[in-house]
């Protein structure tokens, strides 16, 4: 079995409130910030998984995610993958 190093990047759906997003767009403009917009606050979660090969350890990644990494009702995510001994980015 080979190693993979994983990293899965979660935010909200477009649409779906997020209230540290909010907090975030409100205080930017009184630090001085202007001009941005659309904030999302999300998570990435990075792990290594072991498999046959990286097609079986993205689809156990992908079940990971819609059972417990992420909340499919409200949340999209998208998995990085790459063997271990190279460098995946979050």
Do not use: W
């Not at 779906?16 to 606050?41: C, E, H, K, T, W």
């Not at 156990?60 to 190279?86: F, G, K, R, T």
Request: glycine share 4%; proline share 7%.
């Amino acid at each position: 079995m080979a190693v993979y190093s994983v990293i899965v990047h979660v935010s909200p759906l477009p649409g779906v409130l997020d209230p540290s997003a909010a907090a975030v767009m409100r205080a930017l403009p009184a630090l001085g910030f202007d001009g941005v917009s659309n904030a999302q606050i999300g998570k990435i979660i990075t792990f290594d998984v072991e498999s046959n090969n990286i097609d079986s350890a993205r689809a156990e990644v992908d079940e990971m995610c819609q059972h417990l990494l992420a909340n499919p009702v409200i949340e999209i995510y998208s998995i990085d993958i790459a063997p271990a001994n190279e460098s995946v980015s979050a």
